[in-house]
Each structure stands twice: as structure tokens, then as C-alpha cells.
């Protein structure tokens, strides 16, 4: 686990979600991907039938929408359109599940 310094808890916030078993996860909403995101953002779990046990942490605007570009946190998710950035926090299988593997990092 990695531990914080100074006023800098990041680092050990998302050790915290990793000891219990989360994970963040960075995706580009597609038409595939919105019905998902906008459950994970609504704040029910999805009551619909269709639940997600993701939550919506944050999203970017597109380059060419008029909203801010800067990351909003706790974003409604009927808000989010395609090509938008997110970022969200679930068990690592149903982000799987739900968004496929994460893509490898190159170093």
C-alpha cells in the first residue's frame, strides 16, 4: 500500500479502494456505454432492473462542447454525452463486465 505524505491523500485513497477489492477506471462514452454510465451516475444503482455497481465518479467534456472543459465531479449521469471523458470506481470484474479489459500501458 502506498502511503500518504504530507497533504497528499491520492495515492492512498486509491490503495484503499484497491485493498477492497476497486478499481478506477478511465473510459470514453459511447452509444454503448451511455445507458451504463448515466445508471452509474443517477445515484440509485440502478432501480430500472439494469444495476450497475459502478459509480460515476467524473467526467471531461468534449473539445467542442460548450460546458466547461475542466473534470466535474459527481456529474449527473442522464448529462453525459458521447465522446465525453470518465472516470469511474467499481469492483475490478463488473468494470470488466461492463467497460472490457483495461487497455495495457506502454512504458
Known amino acids: 500500500m502506498a502511503t500518504s ?60 462542447d460548450a460546458r466547461s472543459h475542466d473534470w466535474e465531479f459527481d456529474p449527473d449521469g442522464d448529462a453525459i454525452d458521447v465522446a465525453t471523458e470518465a472516470f469511474v470506481v467499481g469492483k475490478r470484474t463488473e468494470l470488466n463486465e461492463r467497460f472490457g479489459e483495461p487497455a495495457e500501458v506502454s512504458r
Not at 10 to 24: C, D, I, K, W, Y
Not at 30 to 41: H, K, N, S, V
Request: charged share 35%; aromatic share 2%; no cysteine.
Open 5 to 64: 505524505h504530507g497533504t497528499n491523500h491520492e495515492f492512498e485513497a486509491l490503495s484503499r479502494l484497491a485493498e477492497s477489492g476497486q478499481s478506477v477506471r478511465h473510459v470514453t462514452v459511447t452509444d454503448e456505454r451511455r445507458a451504463t454510465l448515466a445508471r452509474a451516475g443517477d445515484g440509485d444503482g440502478g432501480t430500472d432492473g439494469n444495476e450497475t455497481d459502478a459509480t460515476l465518479l467524473a467526467v471531461k467534456r468534449r473539445e467542442d
